[in-house]
């Protein structure tokens, strides 16, 4: 299928064709048409399927398309609000309203919170057609009354499971409110938890629901693996695989977001450009670290989870989970930064002893059990574990410096933690 056989006005389908795409992605196939037709939508898909061109495209088209062309001027109060998680999403959202609307009149903006809120109000002023908003910002505009949402034709809800683990519940139904009755709804999650149903079931009518992304299931285009390790050897070990394998662009995730900047540090010291973004650097430290790390100059970027969300780097080949995260969920959105739109990309976790219980939920969460390698040097001792004494070890097996393990020790059949807790490490 081609994007010309959607039907899409030819200013949008020229902004298309100058981003080179010509074949539209599953959910776009699906979900375009459904838009366009004025229908509410349900829609299972994680980033990095194409999802924003697939609400984006369609809402332009309608608004281009209205009884009377309303798009010759630009509209005094927003007829389209998205609502996102995050910064980070919202500007890369509008981004993308910015290149697919570039041949039509429209106007559109960025609000969120943590910058001054005065330069967001002379934009509103000005007029805006489409206005991309985190809740918190959103909600003191209502308040300062420097926004009218009462002329909303189309609302979007983005990444709708991650507003509810950010606890933006209250905040969402507030700003739902305030919309006209009448209006398109759409939304989007990743997963479609019960609470998710919830939210859908309260929001949208007779939705066209699209599933692309099988429930919790990883890109298929991206090769996921662990690497056993102790904790104290991790830095080294992360060194050790920019050097030797020669990485050059490179999602970090931790934990923490003093983890974070500790780890930057380190990488930096050791001669990889690196950076930090997470929730307590300002926007203009992210934005240049993430347009640094787009362009190249920086080697690694390194992020924890709320602050990943939305990062849209086109062919990132590699993530390294540091850190597993606590939330199984979590390590599918982190790895879904990277074999994006159908490229290749490579996910390595380094695991340590206490990090196998979420290990063990990640893999009953993709439902598959992850590669193990062993990486000769920084192999995972025996006792390794958390600090209580250790009962006298028999002295059956005395742990040799660097005794060969094997290299690369694939996981067999469907129980991979046998492999490491069994009798090797008694
Ligand atoms: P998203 O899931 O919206 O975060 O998009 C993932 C990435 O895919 C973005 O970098 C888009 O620029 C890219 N993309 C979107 N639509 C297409 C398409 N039809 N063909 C190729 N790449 C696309």
Do not use: W
Not at 54 to 60: A, D, E, K, Q, S
Not at 193 to 215: F, K, M, Q, T
Not at 296 to 320: F, H
């Amino acid at each position: 299928m081609q994007f010309s056989e959607l039907g899409l006005k030819a200013e949008i389908q020229r902004a298309v064709a100058e981003q080179g795409y010509d074949t539209p992605t599953p959910i776009q196939q699906q979900a375009i048409p459904a838009v366009m037709t004025g229908r509410d939508l349900m829609a299972t898909a994680q980033t990095g399927t194409g999802k924003t061109a697939g609400f984006t495209l369609p809402i332009l088209h309608r608004l281009a398309s209205g009884p009377n062309d309303r798009l010759t001027r630009v509209a005094k109060t927003p007829r389209v609000l998205v609502l996102v998680p995050t910064r980070e999403l919202a500007i890369q959202v509008e981004e993308s309203v910015r290149t697919y609307g570039k041949y039509l009149p429209v106007n559109s903006l960025a609000v969120f919170g943590g910058v001054g809120i005065n330069p967001q109000i002379a934009n509103l002023r000005r007029g805006i057609d489409i206005l991309v908003a985190t809740p918190g910002r959103l909600l003191d505009h209502v308040q300062q009354r420097t926004v009218d949402l009462s002329a909303i034709e189309i609302f979007v809800l983005d990444e709708a499971d991650r507003m509810l683990d950010m606890g933006f519940i209250r905040d969402i139904r507030k700003v739902i409110a305030l919309l006209p009755k009448a209006r398109q709804n759409l939304m989007f999650s990743a997963t479609f938890s019960p609470d998710i149903r919830e939210l859908a079931g309260g929001l949208l009518h007779n939705p066209a629901s699209v599933d692309v992304a099988p429930r919790n299931t990883a890109a298929e285009t991206v090769t996921q693996r662990v690497i056993e390790t102790n904790r104290e050897q991790k830095k080294d070990l992360l060194k050790h695989l920019f050097e030797s394998r020669g990485l050059n662009q490179v999602l970090v995730f931790a934990r923490t977001k003093h983890g974070a900047d500790a780890l930057a540090k380190t990488l930096d010291k050791a001669g990889i450009k690196s950076a930090a973004i997470h929730g307590d650097k300002s926007q203009g430290a992210r934005t240049r670290a993430l347009s640094e790390f787009k362009d190249g100059k920086l080697v690694a970027l390194v992020a924890t989870d709320i602050a990943a969300r939305g990062i849209d780097i086109d062919a990132l080949p590699y993530v390294i989970n540091y850190e597993l995260p606590n939330v199984a969920e979590d390590y599918v959105h982190r790895i879904g930064r990277t074999g994006r739109a159908g490229m290749e990309g490579e996910a390595i976790s380094l695991v340590c002893h206490d990090e196998r219980p979420q290990l063990k939920d990640i893999e009953k969460l993709i439902k598959r059990s992850l590669e193990r390698l062993v990486i000769e040097g920084f192999e995972p001792s025996a006792t390794a574990a958390p600090r209580p004494v250790q009962p006298p070890r028999p002295p059956r097996k005395p742990q040799g410096q660097g005794r060969p393990q094997g290299q690369k020790t694939p996981a067999k059949g469907g129980r991979p933690q046998q492999h490491h807790t069994g009798s090797r490490h008694r």
